[in-house]
């Protein structure tokens, strides 16, 4: 367990100084301040801009920085050499990945904090109340970025950095789309098409099961029931994620 905290808070510490964090960071906050200047200028109803922007603001950077720090967490170890002095330890390369892995979600969680503080005041400051549908559209936010990070680090397991970061891109966009994806496969007349179609469903991510920006954005009503079941099948595929991940980087040969 102690050695479990330490690599996740060093990992913590490592995200928090490093440059392109900040930067995504900064960017991110700036463009939550930059939508209620916007929203001023907008013939459509302010609160529909500020949420729009905030939310679509939030879920941009966080996603590329999850995408970020993922794939290029493990190559950055093997790089500088670092990773020899953790397995010259006695510490499993399980405790080292999950360890890595909670670093992660603690940066990004910190920053989702932040914005969401900001996303708050911003409404506060317009007069819009926070109503539950923005909670829960945060809230799926993050499970979905463990989604995206424990994919990160399955890929970065065995792969480079920059094809970790393009493959767990790629990923992303076509979770969202893997709904659209098993449609278009029933519509198929090909009976092969559709069998493609149905295992690319079932193999990707169902990303979209975890959007509730429209949700919120049009004040849509959520069902608890439909949130809990997403959040269910998340970590679940995350699990299944960080043990691939867990078993390639065992099979790594670092000598």
């Not at 449609?183 to 069998?195: D, F, I, K, S, Y």
Request: net charge positive; aromatic share 10%; proline share 2%.
């Amino acid at each position: 367990m102690n050695a479990f905290l330490a690599l996740a808070l060093n990992g913590f510490r490592e995200a928090r100084r490093n440059r392109i964090t900040m930067l995504i960071a900064g960017f991110a906050l700036l463009a939550l301040l930059m939508s209620t200047l916007l929203a001023d200028v907008s013939v459509a109803s302010i609160e529909r801009v500020l949420v729009d922007m905030g939310l679509a603001g939030m879920s941009l950077m966080l996603v590329v920085l999850a995408i970020f720090l993922s794939a290029t967490q493990l190559g950055k170890e093997i790089e500088r050499r670092t990773i020899f002095m953790v397995v010259s330890k006695p510490v499993s390369r399980a405790t080292f990945i999950l360890g890595r892995m909670a670093g992660n979600m603690i940066t990004l969680g910190v920053l989702l904090l932040a914005m969401t503080a900001i996303f708050w005041i911003e409404l506060a400051v317009m007069h819009c109340p926070m109503r539950s549908q923005y909670l829960a559209a945060i809230g799926t936010l993050y499970v979905e970025l463990l989604v995206l990070s424990s994919i990160g680090f399955a890929m970065s397991s065995f792969a480079g950095s920059i094809v970790s970061a393009m493959v767990t891109a790629g990923i992303y966009i076509a979770g969202h789309l893997s709904g659209d994806i098993y449609r278009l496969g029933e519509r198929a007349q090909n009976a092969l098409v559709t069998g493609v179609a149905k295992a690319a469903y079932y193999f990707l991510p169902q990303l979209d099961r975890l959007d509730y920006k429209p949700h919120a954005t049009h004040l849509l009503s959520v069902s608890g029931s439909d949130v809990a079941l997403a959040v269910a099948y998340a970590f679940g595929y995350s699990g299944i994620m960080l043990a691939l991940a867990v078993l390639f980087f065992s099979r790594r040969d670092f000598k």
